[in-house]
């Protein structure tokens, strides 16, 4: 998982918590701007302003803010490490959670192996 992504989806927690605006969560606020890049920072704002939710969360392979299933190259691209997936229905940044991520990754290697051993076995014949 990219840490920007996580860091936009705690912002994004942050600003959109009820009650009153406190010291400590203005502080909170400045911190994860602070660390996140500001590319991907501007283009949080712009979505935060005109949808109301920037970053979603993936479960399942669908979007978490647009419910739509996602194509098959966005749950790849998910897998990676450091991407930066956009959802291509809504436009929120997309972050698998933690759990699917782990089964994923789990279920990648074990296809891999799978095709190693087809391709040894086709190899020897």
């Known amino acids: 998982m990219n840490p920007d992504i996580e860091r936009l989806l705690e912002l994004q927690i942050v ?3 009820s009650g009153p605006q406190t010291p400590a969560r203005t502080n ?15 283009y949080f704002d712009r979505q935060l302003k005109g949808r109301g939710r ?7 392979g669908v979007c978490g803010a647009c ?6 190259s966005v749950n790849a691209a998910l897998a990676r490490e450091d991407n930066v997936v956009l959802c291509e229905t809504c436009g929120c940044y997309l972050l698998i959670s933690t759990q699917e991520d782990e ?20 190899i020897r014949a």
């Open 15 to 17: 600003i959109q918590a």
């Open 28 to 42: 909170r606020e400045k911190e994860l701007r602070e660390a996140v890049q500001p590319s991907l920072l501007s």
């Open 54 to 60: 920037a970053v979603a969360k993936v479960e399942h």
């Open 67 to 72: 419910h739509m299933r996602l194509p098959l």
């Open 103 to 122: 089964e994923r990754r789990q279920a990648f290697q074990s296809r891999r192996l799978e095709r190693i051993r087809r391709s040894a076995r086709v």
